[in-house]
């Protein structure tokens, strides 16, 4: 099932549109799966926010924006839906933007007393590619470490390295992703996830499950080597454990309608590391969010149709907010 058949299911009217890479907007052919951004061209007008299509214009009551990654979890997106003054699903600008970035994300989160990996931040105009600050980096952290751009998703832009020649090349290749890179120490564990919604109310906990190596963006997509099991098998005490984090770092960075936050179990400390917050993760049935809901006695035309109305009272409640 899909969102747009959760939706219309639930009595809604749906405009299925989709961004093509150039950035082109499409009404998509409800017809045709899975959706492709082609078809009909559509304009989404500011400051209004209509849809135009052709000569007709339509206002939407309220936007549901699947879009993972820059321009569409970072708020960006976002901010120009605030423009248009329209409701939409899930987190508002400032944390989409904050929860994207993984540095920003996990200097609040630590801040706040949450463990995370340790990490070292690196500037693109502060890298020399010099050998001292790798082996700063290697004396800190220890090989073999990570290195993620900032903003990224999806694992795009990430490496494991494992010698301070793949430290260098990893950091270049991060930076034509991003202006700043983060190096990361490499935790032993296994990757533990939770649902949450507005509230902060988490769902039972899922697993990333792999079979062997890391969550790249092949495991991710492309090939059947992970697995997301749900709940996860944990102790009770653990399951709970993790649930509060993960509605803590909601609260912390400020999320709004949904996030999937991930941690790592730390094998040797037994201690829950926070990895990242994904303010539009995967949404597709079969995906781990709503996986954790079902898990947790929410359905998946539920879960639709209570972001959506969220989304609109959340709205209407920012609208009743001073200006001046
Ligand atoms: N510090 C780390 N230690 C071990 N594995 C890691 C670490 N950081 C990332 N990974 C692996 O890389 C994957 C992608 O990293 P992540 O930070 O979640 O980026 P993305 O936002 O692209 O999902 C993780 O799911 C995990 O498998
Ligand atoms: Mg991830």
């Known amino acids: 099932m899909s969102i747009h058949d959760a939706l219309e299911a639930a009595g809604h009217s749906v405009i299925p549109v989709g961004i093509d890479r150039s950035g082109s907007w499409f009404v998509a052919d409800s017809g045709v799966r899975p959706f492709r951004a082609e078809g009909r061209e559509v304009d ?12 007709e214009a339509v206002q939407a009551d309220v936007i549901f924006p699947v879009l993972h990654g820059p321009r569409g979890e970072d708020g960006t997106v976002q901010g120009m839906f605030e423009v248009a003054g329209l409701p939409y699903v899930g987190c508002g600008v400032r944390g989409s933007a904050v929860a994207m970035d993984k540095h920003l994300a996990k200097t609040v989160v630590s801040a706040a007393g949450i463990a995370t990996p340790r990490w070292i931040k690196i500037d693109r105009h502060r890298w020399t590619g010099d050998g001292s600050l790798i082996e700063r980096i290697v004396s800190e952290l220890s090989l073999p470490v990570f290195i993620k751009p900032v903003g990224q998703g999806s694992s795009i832009g990430i490496a494991k ?21 983060i190096v990361e120490e490499l935790v032993h564990g296994r990757e533990i996830e939770v649902a949450v919604l507005d509230g902060p109310r988490a769902s039972v906990p899922g697993e990333v499950v792999l079979a062997g190596g890391w969550y790249t963006y092949d495991a991710k997509y492309a090939d059947a080597t992970s697995q997301f099991v749900t709940p996860a098998d944990l102790a009770e005490g653990q399951s709970r454990r993790v649930a509060h984090l993960a509605e803590e770092v909601f609260d912390h960075l400020g999320l709004n309608g949904l996030a999937r ?3 790592f179990l730390d094998e040797s400390s037994g201690q829950f590391l926070f ?5 539009m993760p995967g949404f597709t049935s079969i995906s781990g969010f709503p ?34």
Not at 166 to 179: K, M
Not at 308 to 321: E, F, N
């Open 161 to 181: 390295a494992s010698s301070n020649e793949d430290v260098r090349s990893a950091v270049i290749n991060a930076f034509r992703y991003d202006d700043t890179v």
């Open 291 to 324: 996986k954790m809901w079902e898990a947790s006695g929410v359905s998946y035309p539920e879960l639709c149709n209570h972001l959506v109305l969220a989304a609109i009272d959340r709205h209407a409640t920012q609208a009743k907010l001073s200006t001046r």
């Open 275 to 279: 990895n990242e917050a994904n303010t």
């Open 44 to 55: 989404f007008v500011l400051p209004s926010g209509a849809l135009v299509v052709g000569d």
């Open 261 to 263: 936050i991930d941690f």
